[in-house]
């Protein structure tokens, strides 16, 4: 059988496949594009991409290949090449299966909207650029896909464009993905100028590379998928609608950062100094969005923060050299968190609105189907034993438990992950449990199978997608066998405790108590003082250099003071001195004639 | 230096200062500028008895034509101050100031 024919071939019919309704109205006038139609064509797309894949776990057939290449400069190639390898096979049907779950959630979600046809073109343009930078062997396709990522987010992120506020986080979130990217150019001017190549399977070396290009690409990584210091976009961009959280900002955009690292990752396994900067700033990352989570009231900005927290999480791994896991993570994650998130946009429909989970309640009675899913999702991120999240969470903290690695980063981790079960545990007592608190009884109604079946197919995955992959892909690198009691039920004892702490917390909602403002709340709420220190200050500060260099110092004292200006100044003190002379007198005129021949006399 | 030398340069010095640092009225100024014509025409006249030439000696002579016309007009133009301001005091000689 020709694999390597039937791979190639049915990725590019599912690359076809997903092109298909963009470009059909631009054919003919009369095919116009609908829902129904992109989500059926996704649909299709998933159902095709399943060869590959099956191909790769059956004979592990990879491939690369080029299709044309930009012929402008002479010694330098840029060939169109795709790489179909284990990331890329596993990526694409979990992605298509996320995709047409929550298209198919969109039609129910977006119904009310005029420009439903634009939202799904943008859903799908966005879907395209994201197949782009993962199928890509290319620095520059990479880029192309990175780039259309972006935008997209930008345009989906503003998609209520009257709202202040979703404006506001769009542009947010195209800044700082803008940082992230002059790292991703710095790399790839790097690599062009260096190696003589933008093909990332040409630039594995045995030798040690200088940190300029991966301190570039950790910079990417940084900005794109929202490790401590490049943030704050996250959590502002859940001002978009719930269908593009679920897509961009949970499975797939937001990991694109991560897989870029994975990719290249030949080219930090020899350099330390790398490995061990992903290692602590993926450890912030998780522990700082664990900390934010545990005050947020808004059910769309608590799952924000635990993406940001699990993007941590898959840093972390990164550092430990174990690309693989970090890919392994990703894919579970996707079910889980598109899950979460399509199950809060249920919730908020029903609930006409409302996001404080403050004020829901007792929902398990009106939305059994909708709240039993928010409990799979919430238990498989804490990683509760053999659901999707713990084949990738648990192998991950034992092979950081049994490395040789940053206590601190050690730590910080676990510290993490029992902050994660403690606001999912949160997040799922005061949404579902007691007596409900909205202000107005709502009339909830979870009885579409548009809203139903994306969610249980997703549970679905969630449930089994961890022992699917685990038991179909071969690990690179042997995972750790022996380890002391202690540490191999490390992940689930913080876990537990975790749980324990939440239940803890909502005995205090049951008594009443007042949380009273201290110092650890104002950190949490206030998201770590970052937002406004950082918007604030250093936009002012680069405001004044700019202006103390430009207007005080250039226009200002150079052009005014050392030119006209500083010479009639000079002028002025000289004529002052001798205005007294000139005082229209014949007196001073004779003294002054004296004087002249005097000195002429004692000079000759 | 010669002790004529000496009489008539400190001679005509004194009166140059004279002339620059007079104080109240105009006609010290003009009387000074009289003395340095005086000392002047003294010097130019000893100057071809000492060299024995002949043909300077009609310099002198010019020399007083001159400053007689300038004489006439500083008194001319005492006298005009004098008919504008009632007196020659110089700190009427103010058109200039501002």
Not at chain 1, 301 to 315: C, D
């Amino acid at each position: 059988m020709e694999t390597t024919l039937l791979l190639n071939t049915f990725t590019f019919l599912t690359l076809m496949i997903i092109l298909t309704p963009t470009l059909l109205p631009l054919l003919s006038n009369k095919l116009q594009n609908s829902p129904t139609i992109t989500t059926r064509a996704v649909k299709t797309a998933f159902l095709t991409s399943l060869v590959p894949m099956m191909l790769f776990a059956h004979s592990g057939t990879e491939n690369i290949t080029s299709y044309w290449e930009w012929k402008i400069i002479t010694n330098f190639k840029i060939p169109f090449s795709f790489k179909i390898d284990q990331y890329s096979t596993m990526f694409l049907p979990i992605a298509l299966f996320v995709t047409w779950s929550i298209l198919q959630f969109a039609t129910w979600y977006m119904a009310s909207d005029p420009h439903i046809t634009k939202f799904f073109s943008y859903l799908l343009m966005f879907l395209i650029a994201m197949l782009t930078l993962t199928i890509a062997n290319n620095m520059f396709l990479l880029f192309i896909g990175w780039e259309g990522v972006g935008i997209m987010s930008f345009l989906l992120i503003g998609w209520w464009q009257g709202r202040a506020e979703a404006n506001t986080a769009a542009l947010q979130a195209v800044l700082y993905n803008r940082i992230g990217d002059i790292g991703l150019i710095l790399s790839m001017a790097w690599l062009a100028s260096t190696t003589n190549t933008w093909e990332i399977h040409q630039t594995s070396t045995t030798t040690q590379l200088p940190m300029l290009p991966l301190l570039g690409l950790i910079l990417a990584a940084t900005g794109k998928s929202a490790q401590f210091g490049l943030h704050p976009w996250l959590p502002a961009a859940m001002e978009g609608p719930t269908p593009v959280s679920a897509l961009l900002h949970s499975s797939t955009m937001v990991v694109a950062g991560i897989f870029l690292l994975i990719r290249i990752h030949p080219m930090l396994t020899t350099n330390q100094t790398a490995l061990n900067t992903c290692l602590c700033l993926g450890a912030l990352s998780t522990l700082f969005a664990a900390i934010c989570a545990l005050t947020q009231n808004d059910i769309k900005k608590i799952i924000a923060f635990s993406t940001s927290s699990q993007l941590g999480l898959m840093m972390v791994t990164i550092g430990l050299n174990l690309p693989q896991l970090a890919f392994l993570h990703i894919s579970t994650h996707a079910f889980f968190k598109a899950m979460l998130f399509l199950c809060s946009g249920s919730i908020i429909h029903n609930l006409n609105g409302e996001q404080d989970i403050r004020k829901m309640g007792g929902l398990q009675k009106t939305l059994p189907m909708t709240t039993t899913c928010l409990t799979i999702g919430n238990l498989a991120l804490m990683g509760t034993p053999f659901l999707a999240g713990f084949y990738s969470k648990d192998i991950i903290i034992e092979n950081l438990n049994t490395s040789y690695l940053n206590t601190w980063a050690l730590l910080l981790t676990l510290l993490a992950t029992s902050f994660t079960a403690t606001y999912s545990l949160r997040m799922t007592i005061l949404v579902q449990t007691n007596f409900p608190r909205t202000s107005v009884t709502p009339a909830v109604n979870e009885n579409n199978p548009t809203i139903t079946s994306p969610i249980l197919r997703l549970a679905l995955g969630s449930i089994l997608a961890g022992m699917l992959i685990t038991s179909y892909l071969l690990p690179t690198k042997t995972p750790p066998m022996t380890m002391p009691t202690l540490t191999k039920t490390a992940a689930i004892t913080v876990t537990i405790l975790g749980i324990i702490l939440a239940l803890e917390l909502q005995n205090m909602t049951h008594t009443l108590t007042q949380p009273k403002p201290n110092t650890y709340l104002n950190f949490s709420s206030t998201l770590g003082y970052f937002n406004p220190l950082m918007h604030r200050l250093s936009s002012t500060g680069l405001l004044n250099h700019g202006q103390k260099i430009a207007s005080h110092l250039v226009d200002l004292s150079w052009y005014k003071k050392m030119g006209p200006e500083g010479l009639a100044i000079l002028q002025l003190m000289a004529t002052k001195t001798s205005t007294t002379l000139h005082s229209g007198l014949i007196k001073a005129y004779l003294g002054s004639f004296a004087l002249s021949a005097l000195i002429i006399l004692l000079s000759t | 230096m010669a002790i004529t030398h000496l009489s008539f340069y400190s001679a005509f010095t004194l009166s140059s200062l004279g002339l620059a640092f007079h104080r109240t009225h105009l006609v010290s100024a003009l009387l000074c500028l009289e003395s340095m014509m005086l000392s002047m025409y003294m010097a130019l006249s000893i100057w071809p008895a000492e060299n024995q030439a002949a043909s300077s000696t009609l310099m002198p002579i010019l020399m007083l034509t001159f400053s007689a016309c300038e004489a006439s007009t500083g008194l001319a133009t005492l006298v005009a101050s004098t008919r504008t301001h009632g007196s020659d005091h110089l700190h009427t000689l103010n058109m200039l100031q501002c």
